[in-house]
């Protein structure tokens, strides 16, 4: 028995390593600690692998590595 296709629009668990990541649960997107955006895995650029975490942008990356007290957690 095949398993169903994946609704287009899920959410991806994912671990992060340094310079790559693995896919704990496949999905279409995963979303950024910091601004709450959806990021398409093909455009996932930016990550901490201490805070196992995804920045939508290189803004959002500074903001979540340096500190805000406006972030959304």
Same mark, same amino acid.
């Given at each position: ?13 994912? =671990?992060? #390593?340094?310079?790559?990541? %693995? ?9 950024? @600690?910091?601004? *709450? ?5 093909? =455009?996932? #650029?930016?990550?901490?692998? %201490? ?9 959002? @990356?500074?903001? *979540? ?5 406006? =972030?959304?957690?």
């Amino acid at each position: 028995m095949q398993t169903p296709p994946l609704p287009r629009e899920t959410e991806a668990k994912l =671990r992060y #390593r340094h310079g790559a990541f %693995d896919i704990v649960f496949p999905g279409s997107y995963v979303t950024c @600690a910091v601004t *709450g955006r959806r990021i398409p895995l093909d =455009r996932l #650029r930016y990550w901490s692998v %201490d805070r196992q975490e995804a920045y939508a942008d290189a803004a959002a @990356a500074l903001q *979540g590595l340096v500190g805000d007290p406006l =972030r959304r957690t």
